[in-house]
């Protein structure tokens, strides 16, 4: 926007502005950040959002069509399950499992590949490279083998899948963090740094973190719509969350068995589902667009 | 060139060794005996063989060495023990069921591969205009799809609301094709049973949804990762050198465009394909097709621990082989390649 500008200093907008400008100048993006803001309100005010307990049966009102059928009602705005819970509510629930959940596992991914990253990429020799061939085998390794050998293992649940899930996230955040890290520690503000006589920890944690932010936080986001279809994906297998959970996949294996006469039961939690990882991933993708145009200025 | 290929080798055999040596901890970390794990069989069937002096090897007193050892050697004479549900031998169910899913996948890839690589390329050349967005939009779409819900949508409408496929399965009950090769087109081909035709035709309508399902998805990474390449091709010296040369847009494409784009995209491909396995396993479980995926699976449910012990030595060699197999093939291709590359799609 053109303002009025009073004085004649130039402003300079520091990188992190620079971002959010360009980031706002694509519309599609923004659509997508809003989108995102939706399920991050979800997650966190669900019980107030959801009009039934999720587990609630109303053995009176089974099968509900949705309300912009002919046969639904205005009480169950997405219609009811075989069992006659009220899918609105389980849905706003199975996001803010899903979501939360993939939320929590991209953290704690992102925590452990940035430490490892560091010091893959602060040190040279054996130590790099061994641990640069087990995470590549890792990385080679399908998610769902992962799962099938810790679930085999610990047995099934929610908690183990997870285990899976972190575990074949770690080491994209390991690649970028050394990537990141071997380039940045041949430019010259990390040598003024390190001529000043700072360790390889202050090196990293002062030089060198700050700028990688951005760069991590675009990660996350990948990482976040992988960590989503993973979930949902080993929930629909009855791998991860089981039965009476809300979990969006869990969700949609149950609605299979009623899925012919009562399509909506699986058509809305998947959409949900849809509508997530598709936010996320546009949100990502205007990041990823933002950071590289920003770079042009 | 030697060089690479005995480094390759190299890492190969090591990489197999730590697997059959994670196979073989596996057996101790399954819930039940080692023993009973590894072979498929009740303790008391074993003790029963051993009185009968018929020499299986077994021996509970010896070491974790020796036991390894045996475990080899009964691994390489094919002899993978059977499964604790059916009985069955498990090297030959493996290798009924293995060939299913690469039939599947190589399908699906195909596929993916023919649209998504012109598809990639119009978008790129149409940069910032309405091709490009278009199928850039398209392929956020296909990308977020969950392909299981993506399964369940299709078996919805093109097998219970329009009834124009079938539902499940590789062919229909009434016909019975010899298994050869466990690759279902090339077997039909191979036979020589009556209708061949109409056989071949049931076998392709039992292919187009599952094979629909993954490519769809794939098509979209395909079409991201084509497109990406080639516009960064593009913004490169050598082609502004071309054009200041005054090459035609079409030479300057033809000569120097197409081939060197090609170049990054094979690499950033293969790092893709444990999202084509992973998709292809699920993608088995929803319309039963019996691969390999669909069986480990059913393997978890029924809690048939010799049987998943079995399968994913078999996938992970598998993997192990053709991700190192392809990454061989760049380094011995491409001579500015000194490391693996890592990109993002």
């Known amino acids: 926007m053109a303002r009025f500008n009073l004085y004649q200093e130039e402003q300079h907008p520091s990188p992190l502005q620079y971002t959010w400008l360009e980031f706002q100048k694509n519309h599609i993006a923004m659509g997508g950040l809003v989108c995102l803001v939706l399920f991050i309100l979800i997650t966190v005010f669900c019980p107030l959002l959801a009009p039934f307990d999720p587990n609630l049966q109303k053995t009176g009102n089974i099968l509900v069509p949705p309300s912009w059928d002919a046969n639904g009602g205005i009480t169950h705005i997405f219609g009811t399950d075989g069992l006659g819970r009220d899918i609105l509510s389980r849905v706003l629930y199975g996001c803010r499992m899903t979501f939360g959940i993939s939320i929590l596992l ?132 009855n791998l991860g969350a089981q039965a009476p959970s809300s979990e969006l996949g869990a969700l949609l294996s149950q609605g299979i068995e009623v899925a012919y006469i009562a399509p909506w039961n699986i058509a809305l939690p998947g959409g949900a589902l849809f509508l997530m990882v598709v936010s996320v991933n546009i949100v990502g993708d205007g990041l990823r667009s933002a950071l590289k145009n920003r770079l042009l200025h | 060139m030697l060089n690479i290929l005995l480094r390759y080798t190299n890492l190969i055999i090591i990489t197999l060794f730590i697997l059959s040596l994670l196979s073989f901890a596996l057996a101790y970390l399954f819930p039940g005996d080692p023993i009973e794990i590894m072979t498929g069989l009740k303790l008391e069937e074993l003790q029963k063989l051993q009185n009968q002096s018929v020499n299986i090897g077994y021996d509970p007193e010896g070491g974790v060495l020796s036991q390894y050892g045996h475990y080899m050697s009964e691994l390489f004479s094919g002899n993978w023990g059977v499964s604790f549900n059916s009985g069955q031998p498990l090297y030959e169910e493996i290798m009924q069921s293995l060939p299913a899913s690469i039939e599947l996948s190589a399908y699906a890839l195909t596929i993916s591969l023919i649209l998504g690589l012109p598809l990639g390329f119009i978008a790129a050349l149409r940069h910032h205009k309405l091709p490009d967005y278009t199928l850039l939009s398209f392929s956020v779409v296909g990308y977020s799809i969950p392909v299981f819900w993506l399964a369940l949508i299709l078996i919805l409408v093109f097998s219970l609301h329009f009834g124009w496929l079938p539902l499940s399965g590789r062919l229909s009950l009434i016909f019975d094709v010899p298994n050869k090769t466990g690759f279902i087109l090339i077997d039909i081909l191979m036979s020589d049973i009556d209708n061949k035709h109409a056989v071949l035709l049931d076998a392709l309508r039992h292919l187009i949804l599952p094979t629909l399902s993954i490519a769809i998805v794939t098509t979209t990474l395909i079409l991201r990762i084509t497109r990406r390449s080639v516009i960064e091709t593009l913004n490169s010296e050598f082609i502004q050198a071309a054009y200041a040369r005054g090459l035609t847009t079409r030479q300057v494409l033809v000569r120097h465009g197409i081939r060197n784009a090609l170049i990054p995209i094979l690499p950033l491909l293969a790092m893709q394909f444990p999202t084509l396995l992973t998709n292809a396993m699920i993608v088995e479980t929803i319309f039963s097709w019996p691969g390999i995926g669909s069986w480990l699976i059913q393997a978890i449910y029924q809690q048939d621990y010799s049987a998943i012990q079995a399968g994913m030595l078999a996938v992970s060699v598998f993997v192990v082989l053709f991700t190192m197999s392809i990454d061989m093939l760049l380094r011995l291709t491409d001579p500015k390649r000194k490391k693996v590359e890592r990109g993002t799609i």
């Open chain 1, 106 to 237: 991209v953290v704690f991914a992102l925590l452990v590949g940035v430490g490892l990253g560091a010091i893959a990429g602060m040190s040279k020799g054996f130590r790099s490279s061994f641990l640069n061939h087990t995470l590549d085998s890792i990385q080679a390794i399908p998610t769902i083998l992962i799962a099938i050998i810790i679930i085999a293992i610990l047995g099934t649940g929610l908690v183990n899948s997870m285990w899976a899930i972190v575990l074949a996230l770690i080491p994209q955040f390991v690649h970028q963090t050394r990537d990141f890290v071997r380039s940045e520690l041949s430019k010259e503000y990390v040598m003024a740094a390190r001529l000043d006589g700072a360790s390889k920890i202050q090196l990293f944690a002062r030089s060198i973190l700050p700028n990688m932010g951005e760069t991590l936080v675009m990660q996350a986001t990948l990482a976040l719509s992988i960590s989503i279809l993973d979930i949902s994906a080993l929930g629909f297998l």
